[in-house]
């Protein structure tokens, strides 16, 4: 009985298996980064005493994954921390992914006036300030002055850190941000491992 053609050849099967092996790693890879979770680093301290400049993020794709699946735009939580896509990207020039804070949603009215965010809408027509529906402080009055209404699928979002130009965000020249920009929410702070915590 004549040997099969990988027995005679065991380093083209051995080449081959290698091969499939990372086509998979890869495909694999681009599946989870795309629809289950991406990692990003925190750079810059816009979301200070929040997040750190070296911090690992866990950010959950399949919340955002689950509702393309239901041709519904993803909606986070007020007070969720989220990454997008910078709207206003430029290669070489913008960061491409930011992490911000959700403060308001679509036909929502939000001013800033000596240092205190306020958001109106039809449950709250005399304005509340959304800094008191989360855990996490912002780490000093905002600066700046705000009056707007938040367009319709749009959200507006800010950094922690709020004191002059710390963060770029919907108050301070990146505008609202499109819901189909949103990356996903961030679940977890892997990174430093003596300060992982869940979000």
């Known amino acids: 009985m004549e040997a099969s ?6 380093v083209l099967k051995d080449v081959i298996n290698i091969l499939v092996f990372i086509i998979l790693v890869v495909v694999g890879t681009a599946f ?7 990692s990003f680093n925190v750079v810059g301290p816009s979301m200070q005493p929040t997040l750190h400049t070296g911090d690992r993020l866990i950010v959950n794709r399949s919340a955002v994954t689950l509702s393309q699946l239901q041709n519904k735009p993803y909606i986070p939580e007020r007070g969720q921390v989220i990454v997008f896509k910078n709207p206003q990207f430029h290669v070489g020039i913008e960061d ?12 929502e009215r939000v001013t800033l006036d000596n240092g205190t965010l306020l958001v ?19 780490a000093a009055p905002a600066s700046g002055t705000v009056d707007t209404v938040v367009p319709e699928g749009q959200l ?3 950094g922690d850190n709020r004191v002059g ?9 990146l505008g609202t941000i499109p819901l189909y920009d949103i990356v996903g929410p961030v ?13």
């Open 96 to 107: 491409e992914y930011i992490v911000k804070r959700v403060i308001a949603f679509p036909g």
């Open 165 to 173: 130009n710390y963060s770029y965000d919907s108050r301070s020249g």
């Open 156 to 158: 507006f979002v800010v």
């Open 187 to 199: 679940s977890l702070r892997l990174f430093p491992f003596d300060q992982i915590r869940w979000f």
């Open 5 to 10: 053609f990988f027995t005679r050849h065991p």
């Open 32 to 38: 989870i980064n795309a629809f289950i979770f991406r």
């Open 120 to 138: 109106y809408n039809d449950e709250h027509p005399d304005g509340f300030n959304p800094d008191e529906t989360f855990e996490d402080e912002p």
